[in-house]
């Protein structure tokens, strides 16, 4: 600073403040006096991220494909990493217009988020973001107690997927590694899902005999009940058809039921030492086995002790988490055996995983149930409900019961079609399968991912294998499977009699005080 | 409502129908995506449940929005009622008033928006805000107060913010204040929901607004701020400061001219 008696330039102590004092006051001033420019849109805080490109449309115009579906925290069979979620709008598509749950309700919620499991946004969700609920640690848990009986059931589509887990081509049969790979794992006993399913036919055919004869003081068409994704949606949705709906449980109900009465009995251990685990191509089936009726063997057994029918449900995907984490070479095991009493199955129970498969299964039996004959070789092929057709139909004329008139519909979009025909009074048919999944268990909300989304190519594939497996079978019928003869025989009595009623069926409960029915 | 958003003379805001919301929560991850922000392992496994309990509702310095689940009761049955909690972007902010190194401001499109290279760190925003919504980057070296920012670079776009633009029902909606106001008082009318717009005259008003079927304060709304803009309570004499800083400086200057007259400098 210069020094009015023309000293030498000095920058002192004094004069530095007086310098930067006076700055900062005309600054403060200056800038209370509203002299500092305004801020703009582009200095603001954030931005630097990005959204899909759908959404960076000027104006207010609405986006065709946009956010996502809700998903409760509590949600026993699905979950969703947020991290992962890129807001692509896939989990509304198939939700909406495949499974037609999604805004089939009027808002506000009432105390439901509307879901029935079916997982197919698992497989149409692109980043990985939405999966099953892991229960792998549950299972590890009880396989490490030494006190505990660890029995597992496979599901019939289970086998026809989890090879691709571990680089087989799509579609390949793994049944006999999946039964290795599951005693290499520690599971005390090995079932076949597929025994209960030919069960389920014996009781779910009786049943629609005993309808079609009106021995049965319930309405036609009866409708199947071994996808609990498509029985709560008839729970929701259509509850005035909860009567058309059979009341044979599924399979993975009955087998659970049976393990920890018929089978703890035949081998003489505690029921409440059994843990009971099902593979399955499903992630509807771990919301099936918390259903608070699924008690049957505690109340059958009168002890409260003995846990749940099954205990927990692993789908595919998360069986093969685990026999990759134990380092099992999958695909040089050698093949092995289900354990016995519930381990022998026809070929009419392993179509059960795609879709039309319970049908036929069904029709071969009812035949018998009718006539007390073999039925004739062509309904060991009944093309009509075979294939990825949204809604098949199709007649078989039973001698002694006339003509039969079925349908079958995979996908809920489509059994909307055929319930609202139902609901109208119109329905021409006796007997409606419906599975949730398109394509069937096969395609399930738990198998293998083999495309995204899925596509009938591959569903193709799983089910050609499915109906090679039956048609190799040396067995075809349910009802000529020897071990469905030994448990009427030993335990159950005849389908349908009193304890097969307290074991193998159930009742439904409305769900349509959950929300507010859409208005048409 | 408008299509042609964020011409420069009109205000906007967002209109949020509680009973319309499904608690997908995309808006709080199209938040996250759009501005970048972390997640942080423990927060993202908290439950909209669990967040409305919280005593910040769920807001951190990288969460600037936060989906809340409420169990208000309807009819004689509990209901869910999922509420969208971020910046209620005052027509007249506390937090930009209080701001002397106009860190804070509002833009006339609507956003309140910050801008860190100006901020001084004192944080008297956050003790302004009527709403409790301003967060601090504790963790940070060089920290600075976060909030929603109503997606500012969007809206110079003509593009909505990027929580409405995701939002599957139609819970949110972006458009003109008025017309929005507008809006509101017809679904209040068709839907028989509460007759009160939360944010029409809160706090003097507030660009984002609210409309329910159920009573706000059971979802812990704070109904008991005040409609009177929060600046103008202390508007009457903060605006005096910068005359009094000046004639201030004046007289010090004065005074120091006037001393120095008959002295020789000390050095």
């Given at each position: 600073?210069?020094?009015?008696?023309?000293?030498?330039?000095?920058?002192t102590?004094r004069?530095?403040?007086?310098?930067?004092?006076?700055?900062?006051?005309?600054?403060i001033?200056?800038?209370?006096?509203g002299?500092s420019?305004?801020?703009?849109?582009?200095?603001?805080?954030?931005?630097?991220?990005?959204?899909?490109?759908?959404y960076?449309?000027?104006?207010?115009?609405?986006?065709?494909?946009?956010?996502?579906?809700?998903?409760?925290?509590?949600?026993?069979?699905?979950?969703?990493?947020?991290?992962?979620?890129?807001?692509?709008?896939q989990?509304?598509?198939?939700?909406?217009?495949?499974?037609t749950?999604?805004?089939?309700y009027?808002?506000?919620?009432?105390?439901?988020?509307?879901?029935?499991h079916?997982?197919?946004?698992?497989h149409?969700?692109?980043?990985?973001?939405?999966?099953?609920?892991?229960?792998?640690?549950?299972?590890?848990?009880?396989?490490?107690?030494?006190?505990?009986?660890?029995?597992?059931?496979?599901?019939?589509?289970?086998?026809?997927?989890?090879g691709?887990e571990?680089?087989?081509?799509?579609?390949?049969?793994?049944?006999?590694?999946?039964?290795?790979?599951?005693?290499?794992l520690?599971?005390?006993?090995?079932?076949?899902?597929?025994f209960?399913?030919?069960?389920t036919?014996?009781?779910?055919g009786?049943?629609?005999?005993?309808?079609?004869?009106?021995?049965?003081?319930?309405?036609?068409?009866?409708?199947?009940?071994?996808?609990?994704?498509?029985?709560?949606?008839?729970?929701?949705?259509?509850?005035?058809?909860?009567?058309?709906?059979?009341?044979?449980?599924?399979?993975?109900?009955?087998?659970?039921a049976?393990?920890?009465?018929?089978y703890?009995?035949?081998?003489?251990?505690?029921?409440?030492?059994?843990?009971?685990?099902?593979?399955?191509?499903?992630?509807?089936?771990?919301?099936?086995?918390?259903?608070?009726e699924?008690?049957?063997a505690?109340?059958?057994?009168?002890?409260?002790?003995?846990?749940?029918?099954?205990?927990v449900?692993?789908?595919?995907?998360?069986?093969?988490?685990?026999?990759?984490?134990?380092?099992?070479?999958?695909?040089?095991?050698?093949?092995?055996?289900?354990?016995?009493?519930?381990?022998?199955?026809?070929?009419?129970?392993?179509?059960?995983g795609?879709?039309?498969?319970?049908?036929?299964?069904?029709?071969?039996?009812?035949?018998?149930?009718?006539?007390?004959?073999?039925?004739?070789?062509?309904?060991?092929?009944?093309?009509?409900?075979?294939?990825?057709?949204?809604?098949?139909?199709?007649?078989?004329?039973?001698?002694g019961?006339?003509?039969?008139?079925?349908?079958?519909?995979?996908?809920?979009?489509?059994?909307?079609?055929?319930?609202?025909?139902?609901?109208?009074?119109k329905?021409?048919?006796?007997?409606?399968?419906?599975?949730?999944c398109?394509?069937?268990?096969?395609?399930?909300?738990?198998?293998?991912?083999?495309?995204a989304?899925?596509s009938?190519?591959?569903r193709?594939?799983?089910?050609?294998?499915?109906?090679?497996?039956?048609?190799?079978?040396?067995?075809?019928?349910?009802?000529?499977?020897?071990?469905?003869a030994?448990?009427?025989?030993?335990?159950?009595?005849?389908?349908?009699?009193?304890?097969?009623?307290?074991l193998?069926?159930?009742?439904?409960?409305?769900?349509?005080?959950?929300?507010?029915?859409?208005?048409? | 409502?408008?299509?042609?958003?964020?011409t420069?003379?009109?205000?906007?805001?967002?209109?949020?129908?509680?009973?319309?919301?499904?608690?997908?929560?995309?808006?709080?991850v199209?938040?996250?995506?759009?501005?970048?922000?972390k997640?942080?392992?423990?927060?993202?496994?908290?439950?909209?449940?669990?967040?409305?309990?919280?005593?910040?509702?769920?807001?951190?310095?990288?969460?600037?929005?936060?989906?809340?689940?409420?169990?208000?009761?309807?009819?004689?049955?509990?209901?869910?009622?999922?509420?969208?909690?971020?910046?209620?972007?005052c027509?007249?902010?506390?937090?930009?008033?209080?701001?002397?190194?106009?860190?804070?401001?509002?833009?006339?499109?609507?956003?309140v928006?910050y801008?860190?290279?100006?901020?001084?760190?004192?944080?008297?925003?956050?003790?302004?805000?009527?709403?409790?919504?301003?967060?601090?980057e504790?963790?940070?070296?060089?920290?600075?107060?976060?909030?929603?920012?109503?997606?500012?670079?969007?809206?110079?776009?003509?593009?909505i913010?990027?929580c409405?633009?995701?939002?599957?029902?139609?819970?949110?909606?972006?458009?003109?204040?008025?017309?929005?106001l507008?809006?509101?008082?017809?679904?209040?009318?068709?839907?028989?929901?509460?007759?009160?717009?939360f944010?029409?005259?809160?706090?003097?008003?507030?660009?984002?607004?609210?409309?329910?079927?159920?009573?706000?304060?059971?979802?812990?709304?704070?109904?008991?701020?005040?409609?009177?803009p929060?600046?103008?309570?202390s508007?009457?004499?903060?605006?005096?400061?910068?005359?009094?800083?000046?004639?201030?400086?004046?007289?010090?200057?004065?005074?120091?001219?006037?001393?120095?007259?008959?002295?020789?400098p000390?050095?």
């Amino acid at each position: 600073m210069a020094s009015k008696k023309g000293r030498a330039k000095k920058l002192t102590r004094r004069s530095f403040l007086k310098l930067f004092g006076g700055a900062s006051l005309a600054g403060i001033s200056l800038n209370l006096a509203g002299c500092s420019k305004p801020l703009t849109a582009d200095r603001a805080a954030g931005g630097e991220g990005w959204i899909p490109t759908q959404y960076n449309i000027p104006g207010n115009w609405p986006t065709q494909v946009r956010g996502r579906v809700a998903i409760d925290p509590t949600n026993p069979s699905i979950h969703r990493d947020d991290q992962k979620c890129i807001l692509c709008g896939q989990c509304i598509e198939v939700c909406q217009n495949v499974q037609t749950v999604y805004g089939n309700y009027e808002l506000p919620l009432k105390n439901d988020l509307i879901c029935i499991h079916c997982g197919q946004c698992t497989h149409w969700c692109p980043s990985g973001a939405i999966a099953e609920v892991d229960d792998t640690a549950k299972v590890l848990k009880a396989l490490n107690d030494p006190e505990i009986h660890v029995v597992v059931q496979t599901a019939p589509a289970t086998r026809v997927g989890l090879g691709e887990e571990f680089g087989l081509p799509v579609g390949t049969n793994v049944q006999g590694k999946q039964v290795a790979a599951l005693k290499k794992l520690g599971f005390d006993a090995v079932f076949d899902t597929n025994f209960t399913a030919d069960l389920t036919i014996m009781e779910e055919g009786t049943e629609l005999v005993k309808r079609l004869t009106g021995e049965l003081k319930e309405p036609l068409p009866q409708l199947t009940s071994c996808c609990p994704g498509w029985v709560k949606f008839v729970e929701y949705f259509y509850p005035d058809l909860i009567h058309h709906l059979s009341s044979a449980k599924s399979p993975q109900q009955m087998e659970g039921a049976l393990i920890k009465t018929y089978y703890a009995k035949a081998k003489g251990i505690d029921p409440k030492k059994i843990y009971s685990v099902s593979i399955m191509p499903c992630t509807a089936k771990k919301f099936e086995c918390q259903r608070p009726e699924m008690i049957s063997a505690s109340k059958h057994l009168e002890d409260d002790k003995v846990t749940p029918d099954v205990d927990v449900v692993l789908t595919t995907r998360e069986l093969a988490r685990m026999i990759k984490s134990a380092g099992i070479d999958f695909n040089s095991l050698a093949d092995e055996k289900y354990d016995r009493l519930m381990g022998e199955s026809t070929g009419a129970a392993i179509i059960f995983g795609t879709t039309g498969g319970v049908m036929e299964a069904a029709v071969r039996s009812a035949w018998y149930l009718v006539t007390n004959e073999q039925p004739p070789a062509e309904l060991w092929n009944l093309t009509p409900v075979r294939g990825m057709e949204g809604i098949k139909e199709g007649a078989v004329t039973i001698p002694g019961a006339g003509e039969v008139r079925v349908a079958v519909a995979h996908g809920l979009g489509n059994a909307r079609k055929l319930m609202d025909q139902v609901r109208a009074g119109k329905s021409p048919y006796h007997f409606i399968e419906v599975m949730a999944c398109p394509g069937g268990c096969e395609y399930g909300g738990g198998q293998p991912r083999a495309s995204a989304p899925p596509s009938d190519q591959v569903r193709e594939r799983r089910t050609k294998t499915i109906y090679e497996m039956d048609a190799k079978c040396p067995l075809r019928n349910s009802h000529d499977n020897p071990e469905i003869a030994q448990i009427y025989k030993d335990f159950l009595g005849t389908p349908m009699s009193h304890i097969a009623h307290e074991l193998l069926h159930t009742e439904y409960t409305s769900r349509a005080d959950s929300f507010t029915p859409k208005k048409v | 409502m408008s299509s042609a958003v964020n011409t420069q003379s009109k205000t906007f805001g967002v209109l949020v129908d509680i009973p319309k919301c499904i608690g997908c929560e995309s808006c709080s991850v199209a938040c996250k995506l759009y501005n970048d922000l972390k997640w942080d392992p423990k927060r993202k496994a908290k439950t909209a449940r669990e967040r409305a309990q919280e005593p910040n509702k769920g807001l951190w310095a990288d969460d600037w929005t936060s989906i809340n689940l409420y169990e208000p009761e309807k009819n004689g049955q509990k209901v869910l009622r999922f509420v969208k909690t971020q910046c209620f972007h005052c027509l007249e902010p506390a937090c930009a008033s209080a701001c002397f190194s106009k860190a804070f401001q509002k833009l006339p499109q609507g956003p309140v928006i910050y801008d860190q290279s100006l901020c001084v760190g004192c944080r008297y925003c956050m003790l302004a805000c009527p709403f409790d919504i301003l967060k601090y980057e504790w963790e940070k070296a060089i920290p600075g107060v976060r909030k929603c920012q109503m997606c500012a670079q969007r809206g110079a776009n003509f593009q909505i913010p990027a929580c409405v633009s995701v939002c599957p029902t139609g819970a949110l909606t972006c458009g003109e204040r008025d017309e929005l106001l507008a809006e509101a008082r017809k679904r209040i009318k068709e839907n028989g929901y509460i007759d009160h717009i939360f944010g029409e005259k809160e706090a003097g008003g507030t660009s984002w607004l609210y409309i329910s079927d159920v009573p706000f304060d059971q979802m812990r709304f704070r109904t008991d701020v005040t409609t009177r803009p929060m600046p103008s309570y202390s508007e009457g004499y903060m605006k005096l400061t910068p005359l009094v800083g000046i004639s201030w400086a004046a007289v010090l200057t004065g005074l120091y001219v006037y001393n120095n007259k008959w002295k020789e400098p000390l050095d």
